[in-house]
C-alpha cells in the first residue's frame, strides 16, 4: 500500500522478502549478511528511490487495476464532485503520475486544507482511499474599533478579498487586514493596527471572520526637508509637491501613494531641466510619541547637460534645413532631457505625416562628447514612400449618417495623405457639435502605396427637452422650456436624427422678458453645399431702469435665410428679415423726442454678411480668428415704416497660452444712418453699450446719450467696444477669466471714434451647464455715466448664452 501526503512525496513502508533455500556454507552466510547491511545503509542514503529507475523487484500496486475510490472527510463537497475532477477511475490502471496529478488538482478546487490519497489491496486490484480536510467557509465577516475610515461596512467589504459564503484562506486574510491598514494610511492614520480573528464552528465547518482595528491618532507632517539640492531652492521643489506640512490651511497627512507620486514628479523635474542622472530618495522618520513625522528628501543631482551638435541623416525629399526647424526644444546650447528629445521626434514625424509620408522612420541617438561635455544628437530618417488614400472608411456613427461626416472632410480618395487637411477636416468635424471625440487611424490596402483612412466617432448628445429657471442682471427672474436637435432630419420618422439639420423651439416667461422662438436651417440645400433656414419668434421686454429700458417693447416678426461658403474660411449669406415693434409705456416726464419713439411699427430689412472664421473650434477656441461685417438696408424699396442702412462689425483674435488658456482680443463697430423718409433711427435700430455683452462695471445700456429729462438710455448711431479677456480652464466645465473693456455710443455717425470712452475690468466665472454657457462677472468701472455712482463701485453680471 502507497501513502500520498500533503507534500506529494511517496513513503516507502519497510518489506520483508522470505528466501527459501538452503545454504550448507557459512562463508555463503556471512557474504549475504554483509551485502544485505550494504543494501540497508545505500536504502538509507537514498530513501526515495524511483520504482522504475532502481528497484528491481515489482511494486505492490504495479500493473494493477483500480477496482474502488473511497471519499472520506466531505461534508460540503459531494463525492460525486471529487471523484470527477480526478483521472484516476475505476477500471483504469492505477498509476503513480496519474495519482500525483490528481493531487495536485484537488488542491487547485480550492475546497481543502488537506488532502491525503492512500491504497490498498482489493479484491481484483486495488482501492484508492482520498481523505480530505474541507476548508471552513466564512458565514459573516463583521468589523470593530473602525470608525474613522467613515465608510460603512458594506461599502467595507467590498473592498476585501475574503467573501462571505466563500471558502477561508488566511493568506487572503492577511491581505485584507493589509489593506485596511492602508486605508487608514490614506487619510493620516499611518500607525493604526488591524488585526482578525476567526471562530470556526466544529459542527458546521462555518467561520466567524472579525476585523478589528486600534486606530491611533493621526499622524501629521511635522515638516518636510530637502538635502543635497544645489540648482533649484526648496521652496521649487515643494512646490511639485502635493504633500505638504501641516499648517493652519493644511491637515499635513502623509498618504504613502501620494508621496511617491511626488518623489516621481521630483524626479521628472530635474531630468525636464538637464540633470538625466538625478537620484531621489526619501527617509521617513516616524515620532510615536508626537504622533508626527519628519520627512528628508535626498537628492543626488548630478551633472546638468546641454545640447551640443544636432545632426540629421537620411533625409532625402525634405530638406535638413526644414527638419532642423521643426527642432523646438532640443537645439543647440539648450538644456537635453530625454523628454524635449521626444517631443522634437514627434515634431519631425508630424512635419513627414503631413507630407504624406506616413510610413516615416525617426530615430534618434545621443552620445557625451568627450571634449566638450555636452549632447550630440543624431536623427536618423527612413523616408520610405509617400501614401494615398484608397477608401475612407466612417465608423462610430449611429444617428449620423456618412454623407454628413463626408461632406465635412477636406480629404479625398486618392488624394495623398496632407496634415493639414486632416486636421481641417478634424476641426469642421468637431465645429458641427455632433461628436465628443474624432479620431483617425489607417488600414492596409490593397496597393503597398495606398492605406484606409478611418474616421471614427463617438456621438454626443444632439438632442434635448429642458426646462429650468434662472436669474440674470440682464433678465432677472425667467423660466423657459426648450426642445432642440443639432442633428435634425425631418424625413427619418420616427427618430427624426441625423441629416445634420438644426431645429429649435424655445419658449419663456420672466419678470421683464418672455416670448418664444422657432428656428430651423438645413446646412446643405437639396445636397448642395447652401444653407437655408428661417426664424418666427414673439419677444416682449417690459420697461426697467436696471436693464435699460425705458419703454416697454414688443416684437413679433421672422426671416428666412440663405448662405453659402465662399472658400474654407469665407462665408456669404443674405437674410430678409419682416418685424412688427411696439413701443409703449414711455414716462410722462420723457422728453419730446423720446415720446415720438412711441407707437407700433413694421420694419422690413434685407442684411448681407461676410464672415471669415479659422478658429480651431467655434465652441472653445483657443487659436485663430473670427471677423464679421453685415450690412443692412431697412426701407425703400423693401417696403415698411422706417429707412435706414446699418453696418455691425466684429474681429476677434485667439491667442493660445500654456495649459490651454487663452487671450482674446475683440473689436465691435457699428454705425447707421437714416435715408429716405426717416429723419432718425427708430430706438429698436440704435446701439447700446454698457453691461454684461460690452463694457462690464457700468449697468446695461447705461454708455452713451441718455434722455435728458427721464434719464433712459437713447442709444446712439454709433458703437464702437474693445474687450481683452483671458481664460485659464481649472477643469473641463469650469474656467476662470481677467478682463479689461472699453467702449462708447455716440448720438451721430459723425461722432465715431471721437473719445468719451468708459472703460473697465474685473474677473470672472465661465461654467459649461446642460442648458447652456454661464458667465459670472464682476466688472470695476473707471469712468462715470450720467446716472452711475462714484467709480470704482463694482458691480456683478450673471447671465447665461440661451436667449430668446
Known amino acids: 500500500m502507497r501513502t500520498w501526503c500533503a507534500e506529494n512525496k511517496p513513503l516507502i513502508k519497510e518489506r520483508s522478502y522470505h528466501i527459501i533455500g538452503t545454504m550448507s556454507s557459512r562463508f555463503f552466510v556471512l557474504l549475504i549478511a554483509v551485502l544485505s547491511l550494504c543494501f540497508v545503509a545505500f536504502a538509507q542514503e537514498n530513501p526515495a528511490v524511483p ?45 503513480d503520475n496519474v495519482i500525483s496529478d ?47 475610515l467613515r465608510v460603512i461596512d458594506a461599502k467595507l467589504k467590498e473592498s476585501l ?21 492602508k486605508m487608514y494610511e490614506k487619510i493620516g492614520y499611518s500607525h493604526a493596527e488591524v488585526d482578525y480573528k476567526v471562530d470556526i464552528n466544529a459542527a458546521t465547518n ?42 493652519f490651511f493644511n491637515p499635513g497627512t502623509f498618504k504613502e501613494d501620494v508621496f511617491k507620486e511626488d518623489i516621481e514628479r521630483v524626479k521628472a523635474f530635474y531630468q525636464k531641466n538637464g540633470y538625466s542622472d538625478v537620484v531621489v530618495d526619501y527617509e521617513v522618520t516616524p515620532y510615536p510619541a508626537q504622533a508626527a513625522l519628519y520627512i528628508a528628501i535626498k537628492i543626488q543631482e548630478g551633472k546638468k547637460y546641454f545640447v551640443g551638435n544636432v545632426a540629421v541623416k537620411g533625409n532625402k525629399d525634405i530638406t535638413e534645413k526644414e527638419v532642423l526647424g521643426q527642432l523646438k526644444v532640443c537645439t543647440p546650447d539648450k538644456v537635453f532631457s530625454n523628454e524635449a528629445l521626444k517631443s522634437d521626434v514627434a515634431n519631425i514625424q508630424s512635419l513627414y505625416f503631413d507630407r504624406g509620408y506616413i510610413f516615416v522612420q525617426v530615430q534618434e541617438s545621443t552620445s557625451v562628447n568627450p571634449d566638450t561635455g555636452r549632447v550630440d ?40 495623405f496632407d496634415g493639414e487637411k486632416l486636421r481641417r477636416s478634424k476641426e469642421r468635424l468637431q465645429n458641427l457639435g455632433f461628436f465628443d471625440e474624432i479620431n483617425y487611424d489607417t488600414e492596409e490596402a490593397a496597393e ?87 426664424d418666427a419668434y414673439k419677444q416682449s421686454h417690459k420697461r426697467d431702469e436696471d436693464a435699460g429700458y425705458g419703454y416697454d417693447e414688443d416684437v413679433t416678426g421672422g426671416d428666412l435665410r440663405l448662405g453659402k461658403e465662399l472658400s474654407e474660411y469665407v462665408k456669404g449669406d443674405i437674410t ?8 409703449s409705456n414711455i414716462t410722462d416726464t420723457a422728453s419730446a423726442d423720446f415720446k415720438k419713439e412711441e407707437g407700433t411699427n413694421a420694419i422690413s430689412s434685407v442684411q448681407l454678411g461676410l464672415s471669415f472664421d479659422d478658429r480651431d473650434n467655434v465652441f472653445d477656441p483657443l487659436k485663430g480668428d473670427f471677423l464679421n461685417g453685415s450690412w443692412e438696408v431697412a426701407g425703400g424699396p423693401l417696403g415698411g415704416d422706417k429707412d435706414y442702412l446699418k453696418f455691425f462689425g466684429r474681429a476677434s483674435h485667439y491667442f493660445p497660452l500654456p495649459r490651454k488658456s487663452t487671450l482674446e482680443v475683440r473689436a465691435r463697430a457699428g454705425v447707421a444712418d437714416p435715408y429716405g423718409n426717416s429723419d432718425s433711427i427708430p430706438i429698436y435700430g ?53 478682463f479689461c473693456d472699453t467702449g462708447n455710443v455716440w448720438a451721430d455717425m459723425s461722432d465715431f471714434a471721437k473719445g468719451g470712452y468708459k472703460s473697465g475690468f474685473g474677473i470672472g466665472l465661465r461654467i459649461k451647464t446642460p442648458i447652456g454657457p454661464v458667465m459670472l462677472d464682476y466688472g470695476i468701472p473707471l469712468n462715470k455715466t450720467s446716472g452711475e455712482g462714484e467709480k470704482g463701485s463694482g458691480k456683478f453680471h450673471f447671465s447665461m448664452s440661451h436667449g430668446f
Open 51 to 95: 520504482d522504475t529507475a532502481t528497484s528491481q523487484a515489482p511494486l505492490p500496486s504495479a500493473n494493477k487495476t483500480v477496482v474502488a475510490i473511497e471519499i472520506k472527510g466531505n461534508k460540503a463537497i459531494s463525492t460525486n464532485t471529487i471523484i470527477s475532477k480526478m483521472k484516476t477511475k475505476i477500471g483504469a490502471p492505477y498509476l
Open 161 to 181: 478579498k475574503s467573501k462571505e459564503q466563500q471558502y477561508l484562506d488566511y493568506p487572503s486574510l492577511a491581505e485584507d487586514a493589509q489593506q485596511i491598514k
Open 377 to 416: 544628437i543624431v536623427y536618423t530618417i527612413t523616408e520610405n514612400e509617400v501614401a494615398f488614400v484608397d477608401k475612407i472608411k466612417i465608423r462610430g456613427n449611429v444617428k449620423t449618417k456618412d454623407i454628413v461626416i463626408r461632406r465635412e472632410l477636406r480629404i479625398k480618395p486618392g488624394d495623398k
Open 576 to 583: 430678409y428679415r419682416y418685424d412688427v415693434i411696439d413701443i
Open 102 to 148: 490528481d493531487l495536485k488538482r484537488l488542491y487547485l478546487l480550492g475546497y481543502f486544507s488537506d488532502i491525503k490519497i492512500d491504497s490498498e489491496d482489493s479484491e481484483g486490484g486495488l482501492k484508492v482511499i482520498i481523505t480530505v480536510v474541507e476548508r471552513p467557509l466564512i458565514e459573516k465577516i463583521t468589523f470593530s474599533g473602525i470608525t474613522r
Open 448 to 534: 503597398p502605396d495606398k492605406r484606409d483612412l478611418v474616421v471614427e466617432v463617438k456621438e454626443a448628445k444632439t438632442g434635448a427637452f429642458s426646462f429650468g429657471g434662472g436669474y440674470s442682471t440682464v433678465d432677472q427672474f425667467i423660466g423657459f422650456v426648450e426642445v432642440e436637435q443639432k442633428n435634425f432630419d425631418w424625413k427619418n420618422f420616427p427618430y427624426f436624427t441625423g441629416a445634420g439639420q438644426d431645429l429649435k423651439l424655445r419658449a419663456g416667461i420672466g419678470t421683464l422678458r418672455s416670448g418664444f422662438d422657432l428656428s430651423f436651417t438645413e446646412p446643405w440645400l437639396f445636397d448642395y453645399p447652401v444653407s437655408f433656414g428661417f
Open 206 to 247: 462555518k467561520a466567524q471572520v472579525n476585523f478589528s482595528a486600534v486606530e491611533g491618532g493621526r499622524v501629521k507632517i511635522k515638516n518636510i526637508f530637502v538635502e543635497g539640492n544645489l540648482a533649484f531652492p526648496d521652496r521649487r521643489l515643494l512646490r511639485l509637491m502635493k504633500t505638504k506640512r501641516a499648517w
Open 686 to 738: 440704435r446701439f447700446f453699450a454698457g453691461g454684461a455683452y460690452t463694457v462690464r462695471g457700468y449697468d446695461e445700456r447705461s454708455i452713451g446719450p441718455v434722455d435728458p429729462v427721464s434719464k433712459d438710455p437713447l442709444g446712439g448711431n454709433a458703437m464702437l467696444i474693445g474687450n481683452i479677456e483671458y481664460t485659464y480652464p481649472l477643469t473641463d466645465f469650469f474656467k476662470v477669466a481677467a
